[in-house]
């Protein structure tokens, strides 16, 4: 593969699933650009296209009843369109995934330190013995205590905390340089969700690889990413530099996500906030801005006609709304 400054370029990309009640575009059009060493956010409410996006931008989806267009171009390799053959080529060594179970990436029936020898063979082409030592030396590179004792553990044997650090142990053996993690840490207590994100955090910088964090929760992207893309309805309608996303974001829907943030002060009742209305019926989006049935500042023309994502500044700001938050508003105070 040739030498490509942009590690992800995801052109006009649109996932639409055939379902008894009609299309279903969960991917509505999606294009941005990703440079190798970054860490990209992809925030959005439940149900925004998040998963479907980054598992299409994976190449990973179900056989029958979907179709894909657009372009992924993953360091010069077209993802959409490639054969399973192909796309083995890429899964493992150049891009990896994990997602929120930890028990559906890993094999139950098998002792952990084989999972990833497998692939330390499989992939890398490595002897036996040499796959061991690595395996070892990955699960103490996620923290694993007494990596070489817990080799032989099988996934069962371990909290849910470890186990997500496993799955990241399996996706570092291909060195993927793309490492894409699909709300890694919901459902895991506030204590070892920071734990698992510092160590995202610290095997990004140690293996030079891109990351993107896929969540719900903004307050998770606020110190660990660069930039963020906010979904709603699968489509961007607000993207951004981190600072600029969280200090003078223009889309009022992008203000509910940050009210949603669950506060330190009472974690457990705040994570109940949710952004009044009802989400979109993908099945039936209406002509206008998808947001606007809940937006407190829709007018006319947001219900006629659809926003475009429109850069605002050099900065490569953009977002896509009739009526955006002036800019003295979306800071936040
Ligand atoms: N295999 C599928 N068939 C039909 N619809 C699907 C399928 N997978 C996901 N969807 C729909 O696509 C939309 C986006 O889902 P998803 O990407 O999982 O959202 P998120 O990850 O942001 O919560 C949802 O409306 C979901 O119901
Ligand atoms: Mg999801």
């Known amino acids: 593969m040739t030498d490509h400054p942009k590690l992800l370029v995801v052109k006009d990309l649109r996932t639409t699933f055939a379902t008894p009640s009609g299309p279903l575009p969960a991917v509505g059009g999606v294009s941005f650009e990703l440079g190798t060493n970054e ?4 925030v959005g409410e439940s149900g925004s296209g998040k998963t479907v996006l980054s598992r299409t931008i994976m190449g990973l989806q179900p056989r029958r009843n979907v179709e894909v267009t657009g372009s ?10 490639a054969s399973e053959k192909e796309k083995r080529s890429i899964w493992g060594l150049e891009v990896a995934m994990i997602f929120q179970d930890p028990m559906t990436s890993l094999n139950p029936v098998m002792r952990i330190g084989k999972q990833i020898d497998e692939i330390l063979r499989v992939r890398q082409g490595m002897d036996r013995r040499a796959a061991k030592a690595r395996a070892v030396e990955l699960l103490e590179l996620v923290g694993i205590p007494s990596p070489a004792e817990r080799y032989g553990v099988f996934p069962r044997e371990l909290s849910g905390g470890m186990r997500q650090r496993v799955v990241i142990a399996t996706a570092l053996a291909g060195s993927p340089q793309l490492l894409m993690a699909d709300e890694p840490t919901t459902g895991l207590d506030v204590t070892i969700q920071a734990q698992i994100l510092n160590l995202l955090d610290s095997v990004k910088e140690q293996m030079k690889m891109s990351v993107v964090l896929v969540t719900h929760d903004l307050g998770v992207v606020a110190t660990r990413t660069s930039r963020i893309i906010v979904m709603y309805a699968g489509r961007i309608v607000e993207i951004g530099s981190t600072r600029e996303v969280f200090r003078r974001h223009r889309m009022p829907y992008t203000r509910a996500l940050l009210d949603a943030i669950p506060k330190v002060s009472n974690p457990s009742h705040s994570r109940l906030v949710a952004i009044p209305g009802r989400p979109p019926n993908l099945l039936d989006l209406p002509t206008g801005c998808a947001f606007a049935p ?11 006609q659809r926003p475009r994502l429109e850069p605002a500044e050099e900065s490569g700001h953009a977002f896509a709304c009739w009526n955006p938050l002036p800019v003295a508003e979306g800071a936040l105070t």
Not at 72 to 81: I, P, Q, Y
């Open 294 to 304: 809940r937006c407190a500042y829709a007018t006319d023309i947001c219900r006629v």
């Open 39 to 42: 860490t990209l956010g992809i």
């Open 72 to 81: 992924v171009l993953l360091k010069g390799f077209e993802v959409v369109g």
